[in-house]
């Protein structure tokens, strides 16, 4: 393991999702891999590991280590902002895994032992709710890159405009991998247009919003929403896109959450959408904010893919 031979902090970094049993991932830089621990026995716990595999910090470059501290320091000035604790800790251990990472330990006035070190892994762990994880790291997230000099401008989610179609096209095709997912080819050339202007057949034009998510000046997704469709009083989603380059860094989770407000917001009492059945990273996303099957299996062919498509919902 000190050559990196199964190195399970050398599969993490390769991991496309960001979420896992052990935590969820606020970012990933130059030099290291950041994580918020599920164990949250201390508010703000956050791991941040290096990219490259060494076992001492000595052992990078002098310019490595010197961003990989930088990396250290904007975690625990964003976890004290955040969480507001009395002291904060580091750990670099490597014990049991000997790859280079930083625990970033809150420090509070009751956490049980303010003389001396933490008993963390001694102690029973404490999981929060997806949901609390999920606001917490978005807000972690926010406060970091904040630190590391970087874009943390908030989301604005508003409706596409028809002189965004290049905007949208462009966002179409650097999200190939859905389209070849769902109908087995890359997108069209008119892809946007058909987004903008295609409805459900039982659907109600009026009820249509098509989102666009911006950051800054830059179109990063969309949503395809319907009010009042397949029946009153349910939402429907009809396609979430978020921009390979921003994936991992939890605007997918800040999409879904806004989606929900936004179907709450119109009276619906139920919010479905409809995903592949052999997207297994889709459905367990959406499992962790609360979407469950229906039971149902819709078979369809969708351009040169025969696909099965399994509705969700949930309850809003």
Known sequence: ?????????????????????????LLRTES???????NQRQRGYCVVVSVKHVVEPFEL?????????????????????????VKINYEILGNVVPHLHCHVFPRYADDGSPPGPLTLFAEP????PDEEVLELA????AAILRDMGGDAQELRFEPLQREQLPALQALCE???????????????STEALSLMQTVPETASPAGKRLIGVHQG?????ALDLYRDYPSRKLAWMGILLLHPKLRGHGHGAAMIRWMID????????RLRLGVADDNARGLEVLARHGFRPTGERISRVSGARRLVLLPLEREL
């Open 174 to 188: 650097a999200c190939s991998d859905y389209f070849q997912l769902m109908s087995g080819s890359p997108p069209s």
């Open 138 to 141: 978005t807000r972690l997230r």
């Open 125 to 128: 762990p404490v999981h929060l």
């Open 1 to 25: 393991m000190c050559r990196g031979d199964d190195c399970p902090l050398c599969e993490a970094m390769a991991l496309e999702h960001d979420q896992d049993r052990y935590g969820v991932t």
């Open 61 to 85: 470059p002098r310019d490595e280590a010197r961003a990989f501290f930088d990396d250290v320091m904007a975690v625990a000035s964003g976890v004290r902002r955040t969480c507001a604790p």
């Open 262 to 269: 936004w179907a709450r917001e119109q009276g619906c009492v």
């Open 217 to 221: 000046r830059e179109l990063i997704g």
């Open 32 to 38: 290291s891999l950041v994580r918020l621990s599920r």
